[in-house]
């Protein structure tokens, strides 16, 4: 299967202005860019013409969950006006996060309940992980257990970076959740120890081992790969080695 290749925005929100990032990264391949909030937030139209003009598309955005539970038709308006489907909440702050199942659960019917709504406009909606959702809770479960189980109309971006920190196995995360993941962020690590970038690497130079992964892909849901880095410290060289060695494992 042809992958799309989609920049994570959040890569370089430190090196403003980001549309003038976005001639350099179709030069280098990419296909599309996923924004978070609030880089698409001030005039959603503005920001598609200008990923239009350099020849990119979105294909995801993130946005917060609340704004998918308490303003469900503006989020869905920004989708359409930004020409994707997708829609991703990709986090929740640990002063709003509960710590037993029944919390993990209601977020998980929230979900569902969002992606019913989104449905109804021809829109998705999918999870992003981080490192919390991999926490072992008091029955044995884990929250991504909860927030992917109430409904498989909720999908998933799995980012496989944030499951190694986790300490989880990405391979059995991409098995499990096949049938759900629409996106995989090719987030890597550096070696332990590592302090510099936040101890994240450029797609291929870390830890992390592609190769095994890669083969799972396409029993996937997944039409793109994400590209993404917490902290770079020259963003285009992280983007140009994580889409070249991306190129690279795909052949």
Same mark, same amino acid.
């Given at each position: 299967?042809?992958?799309?290749?989609?920049?994570?925005?959040?890569?370089?929100?430190?090196?403003?202005?980001?549309?003038?990032?976005?001639?350099?990264?179709? %030069?280098?391949?990419?296909?599309?860019?996923?924004?978070?909030?609030?880089?698409?937030?001030?005039?959603?139209?503005?920001?598609?013409?200008?990923?239009?003009?350099?020849?990119?598309?979105?294909?995801?955005?993130?946005?917060?969950?609340?704004?998918?539970?308490?303003?469900?038709?503006?989020?869905?308006?920004?989708?359409?006006?930004?020409?994707?489907?997708?829609?991703? *909440?990709?986090?929740?702050?640990?002063?709003?996060?509960?710590?037993? #199942?029944?919390?993990?659960?209601?977020?998980?019917?929230?979900?569902?309940?969002?992606?019913?709504?989104?449905?109804?406009?021809?829109?998705? #909606?999918?999870?992003?992980?981080?490192?919390?959702?991999?926490? #072992?809770?008091?029955?044995?479960?884990?929250?991504?257990?909860?927030?992917?189980?109430?409904?498989?109309? #909720?999908?998933?971006?799995?980012?496989?970076?944030?499951?190694?920190? %986790?300490?989880?196995?990405?391979?059995?995360?991409?098995?499990?959740?096949?049938?759900?993941?629409?996106?995989?962020?090719?987030?890597?690590?550096?070696?332990?120890?590592?302090?510099?970038?936040?101890?994240?690497? %450029?797609?291929?130079?870390?830890?992390?081992?592609? *190769?095994?992964? %890669?083969?799972?892909?396409?029993?996937?849901?997944?039409?793109?790969?994400?590209?993404?880095?917490?902290? *770079?410290?020259?963003? *285009?060289?992280?983007?140009?080695?994580?889409?070249?060695?991306?190129?690279?494992?795909?052949?």
């Amino acid at each position: 299967m042809d992958y799309k290749i989609s920049y994570q925005l959040y890569s370089s929100r430190n090196f403003p202005p980001l549309p003038a990032q976005f001639p350099r990264l179709k %030069a280098m391949g990419y296909d599309a860019v996923e924004p978070w909030l609030p880089a698409y937030e001030a005039d959603p139209a503005l920001f598609r013409r200008q990923l239009e003009d350099a020849g990119l598309a979105c294909l995801g955005f993130h946005m917060p969950l609340t704004g998918l539970v308490n303003e469900p038709e503006r989020f869905f308006d920004i989708a359409e006006t930004l020409g994707t489907t997708l829609l991703i *909440p990709p986090f929740v702050k640990p002063e709003d996060r509960g710590t037993g #199942v029944g919390y993990w659960k209601s977020l998980g019917d929230r979900l569902a309940e969002g992606a019913q709504k989104a449905a109804r406009r021809g829109l998705r #909606v999918a999870w992003h992980n981080h490192d919390f959702e991999y926490e #072992v809770l008091e029955d044995g479960s884990r929250p991504i257990d909860h927030i992917l189980g109430a409904d498989p109309s #909720v999908r998933f971006e799995i980012d496989c970076g944030w499951v190694t920190r %986790a300490g989880a196995d990405p391979t059995a995360e991409l098995r499990k959740f096949a049938g759900q993941i629409v996106a995989i962020q090719l987030k890597d690590l550096a070696p332990a120890g590592t302090t510099e970038e936040d101890g994240w690497a %450029a797609t291929g130079d870390g830890v992390i081992d592609w *190769p095994v992964l %890669a083969p799972l892909f396409a029993a996937t849901a997944a039409d793109q790969l994400v590209v993404e880095h917490d902290n *770079p410290t020259d963003w *285009p060289r992280f983007a140009k080695r994580s889409i070249d060695y991306i190129r690279r494992l795909a052949a």
